[in-house]
Structures are given as structure tokens and as C-alpha cells.
């Protein structure tokens, strides 16, 4: 058992100023961090207890999904990243690392960097140690400190420098052992974040910059997330908006009739959708197509919208260009031969085809049947635009954003919204990284083989957040019994009565050989004081000793979650202190 | 229980060529580690499994030390550093950390830093959390990856760019209590490494660049240390050859009587000790003067030694600067007037004695009556000097490097010497880092005071590297029970035969309940394969099930440290098994 006196939570009346969110700032109040530094927190002898506990949660299941654990440096020779595949991107929000030295300026291309993640250096590894099918399959993990350099660190852990992450890596011989080590992650997901006492949905997610198959994002609802979820109750579909699709162009759609020959009109003045929607033109958003300029790895590409749609811009991703962004109109000119407001793509309008990488257009411009696009021609727009006919289209694809309200792409029920906090993700990655390494293992056969992988990874400190972002009330905390820094509070009213300082310890004593992690409020402060603290630290179960209480020979237990005190006699507290226990333990959500 | 087919366990027959001391082979060979990059290694399964395990020794008996755990960020703004009283040295062996992006050259002076230690982290933070008695006394610590910069690392965990260390830093009230903290955390660190099953001694050492009062080291006794230690059985005295002192000079020495007036002569080309030492000129090494100059804080000075003394330069650690280097013949001429080889601080020879910072002789020149040195003038040198007539001496010091059987400074008997690997360093620090932080706290009659502070730091993987430096034979590594990654191995010879796994199961079953934890060996591997990495990786007990032995209807058992093996009926031997475990948890090195 512990002593408050004896250990450190320093508690703050006031939220610090950089606070936005409630968790951030019940993080702060109730010392369990310290910020040393934009996104650089000290983890407080509380709050290291609540690590400790997901920690060791996490490590349970990940074992139980047959994970190895291991640890991998932070510092990482740049060459490891330069040979992968995602340097250019990933370096952005890298640090790197040089000599500190006086005088020592640091070289134009850094020696060491520090990680992000570890693909780049455990697919080498496996590379060197796992030579032969006999090895496979392998699910190494870490749970270990991370680094992203962000720009604007915010939400105290949420986006902070330095994280606690648990990444695991999954070697297989085959895409269908890759599978099957994708499903034991995902379930052991689910029995660590039920484990954890939070509520969590499972979402499809888009794979990102990180490449790959397929992935789930594991979100924790909460209004301050910084992701959408679009879901449906009725099919149980749920992805990240980033990756959403939805029914909204029906799979039988016949392509539109032309309505008529493209035509020129003069639009002096007109450069966006509205305008063109405005008198004198009168053309409804839904009947614009919306054309969008892109360059992707140099080179510029066209994306075709409709015009009441929006980009979603991670799904360009699956264009497999491994660097894009928005043109510039210096950029545009050249190529389209105008200017934003008046650009387009039907065929022979465009001054430098040749110049584009491709024309990519949504699915849901095909719902469009006459519509009006820009002529490449400042000052002039085309109607009577057909699809099929008239636009220079490479492909089809999903680019648009999915609005709340839209058929699920399941069931075709109306999709919802909510937002989530992401902490944790799960990629199968197929051969991505294995190619680029090398990373060949000898088949049965005397084959060599790529290996097939699969990445993971857990925000663990970002966990420790989302829980207090989802349990919490006005007055502070409400921890989950398994993730407590301490199960049990003892409020010892008057430190200085022996007896009821023995009535603590022994009610201590048997909440703990119970199964509890017990602290002691032995202060020396006002009821008022200790009672406010212990809601803000949020200890699932309190018992107070002294007082009035006391003299009538009773102790009083009160849950944090409960409004209602019920008043224990002396002599029946210790066993039913331990009964209380071991019944947390046994309601705490856990797993079959 | 783990199978070793499901784990990963990756053994090599050649040692890294790398590698120059059995630890580090054997730390590659068995597995534990791999080589990212110089200094940098991804601590493997089986070596984890040990690191958490130091991990967890350690941890209880810093918390029965009244330590309380934190954890700090690795990323350090660098105002925590500037603002302290070391960075000019420190950033020396530091990392900087900065942006990572495409064509982002790193800022003259860096944004952060990663931390080798955290006195410039937590005594700010003490400043900010503490502020009155009631909050002292007050240990927090951590155990935390360290960074450091080496220009060469090498011997494995020795000297690496990364380390795991527990760090500790006090504070306390006043000096009573700190040393008080001190003497608890020195009990802590001798619970500590006697539970880890290794052989140490603590050792007076130098405060170094951290500064502060005094200071223990704790040393693994091993051949490849990089620490002498001078020791006396009979006194039990044990000091750092950096610290180290003997009585050479007794107590009660009178200063000698002149022998004659100063008198210059010429020595051509004489420029060492060995060549005034040899004919014509004949003066013994213990008859000449050894006049060294050093620049301290950009001015220069002088230390005087006996000619057959040598240096101890950390002793120069004692003169306050907070840097100081040998100096330049370039820098020494215009000041002495001569270069070195005719160097003296005789009075009246020195050319600028207003540019010296001092001149500091160490207390064994006392012992030379009629002394040589230099006249600084090339060429010549000066004879019957009286050290207490003739030389300009700013003050006495101990400077000299002590050597083996000198004088016991406590007891008179002869020292002796030892090289051992430093695992462990308390530092008693006063108030050097409070002062600089203004780290004050309200005492009981409102005073503002400094905090007195202690550090206190644990090499956590170089105590893994140091027990197996001590602890293995030729064949492998022979781990202590208590740090053992596992403790039984069960050797499955045929782990197609049913009946031979269902014995293997039984049996790691009784070890496991005992209080092990066991590695079942069910490799299709050949016996000899199987025993060579048995004794590779050096778990404590083994149990060989199978070929004649079970036929007979036995198991053998044998431990790693002996030679000899036992044949146990397989009847009798789960209830063997677990005696042996519980035996070797109650014979393990533990704590009163």
C-alpha cells in the first residue's frame, strides 16, 4: 500500500492555459503528467501507474495473439529509412539526430533519425534471422517510446512528441498466413481495449503513406476525436470518413444518354461552383462537374468531381503516387491552358494532354447526366456534357467525401456520423517492405520466397487519454477498475487518531490481499480538500474512516461512479471491503 | 511456458567480429542482442526477458528505498540545458535533435537535445511541484533509455549510443537528510546487485563533471573493466583510480632542509625525465620536478609532480574549472618563457606569472629535499631546489596517480589493484543544480531555502553485459536464477514421441508451479545441437527427456554451473523438479 504523503500527486484547482479538451486538462489537474515542452510530458508517478497497468494489459494479449516481444533503438541509422520505401514522406514529421557539439554544424543529410515506427528496421532483421519457412510465422512486437516531430503539438497525449506505442510486425510465408495473423491481431485487440474498460468500434481505415491491403483503425467514440466514423447499426459496416464509401451510385447505374452537342458559353467572372449556380446561369452544383489539378511524384493529374461533392484527399492515395499535392496555378496553366474556375477535361479542350499523369473521376459523376464543366478558356465554360462521350477519363475511382445520411455501402441504410479518438491500427501489409529489404525466406520447396507482413500498433499513451476522455464527469476522473492507478482510496480523516489510522491500515491491508492496489489519504488537510481530490484522481472505490462516522463505529464506502455513500459498522468493514474487491474483479470487463 | 519452436531464439556459432570481450560474443552468439548500427542493438526476446527482469529487481528495491517512479521525456528542450552548470561539456557527448525535412538544415544551436541523464529535467520540475518541508524529503526515479553520443562505441552494451539506466534524483531539506537519502540508496544499490546473483564491491569515486560532495561507484570485479580499483582487504578501503589515495606521504612530514643554493646548469637536449635520469646528468625520476601546464578555462596553469609520478588527471577535477585541457607549446612559451622539457616554477624564472591561473603541486613533491627541474630557459635546468624555499606554489593537492601496493590511506597496508566494470554511481550533489534552478522550498519558519540534492544512476543493460562478463565458461553464458530469461529448460530430444512431450509438459508444469519459468526445447534438431545451445544461452537447470534415458524410464537433470548430471526416475520426477526450483529461489542471493 502507499502513503499519499509518502508519494507525489501534485493536484491543481486550475487547468493550464494550452488545455483545450477535458481530458487534457483532467490529465494536468489531477498530476498524472507535467508538460516539460511542446508535446513532451512527464508521466507523473500516477500517471505512470495507469501506463503500467495498459502496459502490462497489452502485453498479456499481444502474447496471447502469439506476439514475441522485443525492443528495437530509438535512434536509427538514416540508411535504414533511405533504403524503404516511404522516406520522402515519412522524413517530414521525422527528427533526426546529429552530435550536439559546440561549433558542429549538422550535415545536409542526417546520420541518425529517430522512429516514428519500426518497419524500416525490422523487416531488415527479419531479413538477416529468419531464413527458412521453419521460422515463419513470426509476430514480433515492442511496446516503446516513439517520436513524430510535430509542428503543432496539441491535445496533451493525443499529439504530443514523444508517445508510448505498441508496434508489431508479422512475418508469414504466404498472403493467407498473413491473413490468418491479421485476424489473431484484431482479436486480440478487442480483448485488450474490453480489457481496458473503453468503449471502441472497429473501422475499415485507409492504409495511407504506410501501403498495403486492407486495415482497421480501432476508435474510441468521443466528441473531441480528431476522426469521423461514418457506421451503420443495422449492417455494422463503420470505416474512417478517409476511407468511407457508401452506395450513393447504384452498382446497375447505366451510363447517361447525351443530351445534346458540348456547347461554349461565355461565364465572365464565374470561378466557382456557386457562381455558376448563381443567375444568370442558374446550374445546379449537382449537374457541375468539378475539375481539381493535382501534381503527383512532378507530374500534374486531374481529379474529376461532382460539383456539390468534395475531395476526400487520402483516398487519392490509392493513385499510387507516393507524393502529391494541389497544383499551383503557375503549375495549371501550361497544362489545361487556364485558370482555376475555368478548368476542365473534355477531350480536346486540354492545351498539354500528354503533360498529365492521368484524369482520375469519382464514380458519382456518372450520375450526372448533362452537365457543365469548365473550357479550359478563361471566361467560358461547355454544357451538355456527357460522361461516356465527352471526358478524357484514364479511370474511375472513390474520391469523394462521404456525407453523413448517404446509403451504407452494405445494407443501403443511411450511413451516421460520429467522431472517434483512434488508438490502434492494423495493416496487412502483403510484400510492400519485404521487397524493398529483400526479405526472402527458403520454401519447402528450396524456393526463395518474399515474406508476407503485417504491421500493428497501439497508442498506449494515447489510450490512457481516451479512457479519461470517455469516463469522466465534472468533478474529475472515473477510472476503470483495471487501468486504476489505485483500485482503492482509504480517506483517513484524522491521520492523527491512532485509531482510526489502525482501522485504515487494516481495511488497506484486506482490500489488498483482496487483489486492490490500495493508497492511503494520510494528510493532513480538510475532509473538503481530500473528498475533492479523491474525485479529480478518480479511484474507483473510497472508503473514509473518521469523524462523525467513526464515533458511531462505522466507515463510509462510496464508488466514484455512484452518487450514494453506504455506511459500513468497523467491524464488518474488512470482509466487506474484500468482498467488494474481489466482485470489481470479477465485473471488470474481461475476456473468455 | 514457452516452446523454444514458437519463441525466437536465434543463436550463432561465430562470434560478430566486432566483438573483443567474451560478454559482447556471447551477448550476439546467445541471441540476446543484434547490431543496428555502432552502439545501437535491438534487444532480442531472450535478452528482454533479462532486462525486464533487472528491471523489475531493481524497481523493488528502489521503491524499498523510498524511491518513486516517473518517467521523463528523452526529448530535452535545450533551455534546460543551456540553463544549467554543465552544458559547455555535456553537449559534447550529447545527440541534438531537429527537423528531419527535405532541405531543412539544422539551426546553429539546437532546438532540443536527448537526454543522458535528467538533472536539468527534474530539478526545474522539483522547483515547480515542491514548495514547502512538508513536500520533502522527496527520491523520484526512472528507468528510461539514455542517449550518448560516442565517437566510438564498442564491447557491445559497454560504451553505447543507447543504454537503458535507472536514474535517481533526491531532495531533501537539508544536508542531514540528503546524505541520509544517500546512504538509503547505497543500502538499495547493495540489495540491488546482491539480488541479481553478482559479485560487486562499492568504491569511493570522483564527482566528475556531475559535481557535487562525494560519491560511491559500484564496480563488477572483471578483466575487461574499464576501471582500476584500488582496494585494501584490510581495511576494506576501495576507491576508483581517479579518486584513489595512499599515504605516501606521512602525515607528520616536516618540510625538508635546503641543500644548497638554486644553482642552473646546462642540459642540452635533455627534454624527458628518462634522459636527466640517464648519464651524464644522472638525477633520479624521484629527485626531479615534473612541471605540467594545463589551460583551465581559457588560463593557464601549473601542476607539479614528482619526476616518477604520473598524473591522475580526473584529480585536476578538484581545481573548480569547469574545463581544462593540456596546453599547446604555443601557449605555454610566452607565459614560462621556455618549451616544454625546461619547464619549472621556480620562483623569479617564470616569464608572466600574472597570466597563470596558479600553480598546484601535488602533495608527494613534498618527499624530494634536493629536487631538479626545469629553469625555463631551453637547455637548462636548476638544481638543489627546496620545494618550500624555492617554488611559487599557489597550493597543495592530490594529483598523482596512486599505484598498487602504496600505503592503505586508512590502515598503512599495501593496496591493491583490480579492474571492474562501473555498473552502479550515487552522487551526494548539495545544492549545485538547486542553486542554478533557483530550486528553493518554504522551510517551517518561512525561509526560502535551497533543496539539497543526491543523484543516483544504475547501468540496467550494461548490468546485463556485466553478469555475463563474470558468469560463463567456454561452452556459454551461465546465467545467476534470479535473472535468468528462463530458469528451466526442458530438453525434448524427440518431440514427435507423444509420450516423451507429455512427460516434457508435465514436468515444465511442476517448474512453472514451483515458481520458474521454463522453455521447453522442441526443436527437430539433433541432441548435440540441442545441449551446445542449452549451454549457449546458459538457462540455470536442465531436464533432458528422451533416447536411452527415457527407455530406462529416467530424466536427466543438470545444472549449467556443474558438471555432473542425475538420473531421476520419471516417477519421482515432477516433485524433483519442483524441489530443485524451490531450492534455488530460497539459495538465490536475496535481502535480509
Known sequence: MNYWSQFFIPTLKESPADAEIASHKLLVRAGLVRKLGGGLYTYMPLGLRVIHKITQICREEINAGGGIELWMPHVHPVENWTEGPRWNVAREIMFRADSAGAGKRAPAEPEFVLGPTHEEIITPLAKTEITSYRDLPKNFYQIATKFRNEIRPRYGLMRAREFIMMDSYSFDADDEGATQNYL??????????????????????????????????????????????????????????????????????ADAAPAGAVEEFATPGVVTIAQLEAAPHSVPAGSQFKTLVYIGDGKPFIVILRGNDELEEAKLGSLGFSLFRPATPEEIAPVLGAKPGSLGAVRGTIKDPSALAGVFADHAIR???????????????????????????????????????????????????????????????????SERYNAVYTDAQKQSRLMVMGCYGIGVSRSMQAIIEQSHDADGIIWPWAVAP??????????????????????AAAAEQAGAD????????????????????????????GGKGLKEGVVEVKWRAEKEMAKVPVGVAESHLATLVRDAWEKAPRVK
Chains 1, 2 share one sequence.
Do not use: W
Open 184 to 253: 489473431r491481431m484484431k482479436s486480440a485487440y478487442e480483448r485488450f481495449f474490453t480489457r481496458l474498460g473503453v468503449q471502441f468500434i472497429a473501422v475499415e481505415a485507409d492504409t495511407g503513406v504506410m501501403g498495403g491491403n486492407f486495415s482497421h483503425e480501432f476508435m474510441v467514440p468521443a466528441e473531441v476525436g480528431d476522426n469521423d466514423v461514418l457506421y451503420c447499426d443495422e449492417s455494422g459496416y463503420a470505416a474512417n470518413r478517409e476511407k468511407a464509401a457508401s452506395a450513393i451510385v447504384p452498382a446497375d447505374l
Open 486 to 507: 489505485f483500485q482503492v482510496l482509504v480517506c483517513l480523516l484524522d491521520p492523527q487518531n491512532e485509531e482510526a489510522k489502525s482501522v485504515a491500515q487494516k481495511l
Open 367 to 433: 450520375l450526372v447526366g448533362n452537365g457543365v464543366t469548365g473550357a479550359n478558356k478563361d471566361g467560358f465554360h461547355l454544357r451538355h456534357v456527357n460522361v461516356a462521350r465527352d471526358l478524357a477519363i484514364t479511370r474511375f475511382g472513390d474520391f469523394r467525401r462521404v456525407r453523413e445520411g448517404e446509403p451504407c455501402p452494405v445494407c443501403g441504410k443511411p450511413l451516421k456520423l460520429r467522431r472517434g479518438i483512434e488508438v490502434g491500427h492494423i495493416f496487412k501489409l502483403g510484400t510492400k517492405y
Open 518 to 545: 490500495v493508497l492511503i489519504d494520510d494528510r493532513e488537510e480538510r475532509p473538503g480538500v481530500k473528498f475533492k481530490d479523491a474525485d479529480l484522481i478518480g479511484i474507483p472505490l473510497r472508503v473514509t474512516i
